[in-house]
């Protein structure tokens, strides 16, 4: 159980388009998901926490009109990249919240040329 | 500023060994701390997690130690083994928000 799921697993985009990445708890409801970013090598840095029905709560010095987020259901949450730029590419991670612990989805590798 | 850092950034281990991987944490009134493995291109997996009020906790041939003076996790791999191969971050929980704050991380090689 508790298997949170990321679609894509990897996404190639041009400089200047948007790309959404969706998030998904599959076996559970989940009131927050959190949304990381990582950099080659490095740790996960927590960029927003999205809570279903609300506003996202952005980390300091993550542009929320950049990264979008949107919670509409119990089940899933998006990450949208508005106006990619080459330094956006990084891999994106979700988690969920069930209980008292955070599931991780798989990743999303974003490559913006 | 406040972290959750690692010691060392790589450790190479033979296979059959015992491995242990360092934390150094910085906000003292941190009450729960989580261990993760990640593999290449994958999410992180929940290995063990440990709360202030115990200083030590086993799992299947994993142990996590908790030192509160010294603001000091360990994580302990009895006979580590080729898959244990990855990188291993712990993780301070954050208040009753549920944020996670991600060290370094350590990349475990083992050799067989």
């Known amino acids: 159980g508790a298997v949170v799921s990321q679609h894509p697993s990897r996404v190639i985009c041009k400089s200047g388009t948007s790309v959404k990445i969706e998030c998904r708890s599959l076996d559970f409801q989940a009131t927050t998901m959190f949304w990381y970013r990582q950099f080659p090598k490095k740790s996960l840095m927590l960029m927003a926490t999205?809570?279903?029905?609300?506003?996202?709560?952005?980390e300091q010095g993550v542009e929320k009109d950049k990264f979008l987020i949107n919670h509409a259901s119990l089940t899933l949450s998006t990450l949208t990249v508005t106006s990619a730029h080459p330094e956006d590419s990084s891999f994106y991670i979700c988690s969920a919240s069930h209980v008292d612990e955070q599931y991780f989805g798989p990743g999303t590798r974003l490559t913006v040329t | 500023g406040e972290s959750v850092g690692l010691h060392l950034p790589t450790l190479s281990v033979q296979e059959g060994d015992n491995s242990i991987i360092n934390c150094a944490y910085s906000n003292s009134a941190s009450d729960y701390f989580i261990w993760y493995k990640q593999e290449s291109g994958k999410g992180p997996q929940f290995i063990i997690d440990?709360?202030?009020?115990?200083d030590k906790r086993q799992g299947q041939r994993v142990t996590v130690l908790l030192n509160k003076t010294v603001k000091h996790l360990s994580l302990q791999i009895a006979a580590t083994q080729p898959g244990d191969s990855a990188v291993y971050f712990c993780?301070?929980?954050?208040?009753?928000?549920?944020?996670?704050?991600f060290g370094q991380g350590t990349t475990l090689q083992v050799k067989p």
């Open positions: 993780a301070e929980v954050r208040g009753n928000t549920g944020k996670l704050i």
């Open positions: 440990i709360r202030s009020n115990m």
């Open positions: 999205s809570n279903e029905g609300s506003k996202a709560t952005y």
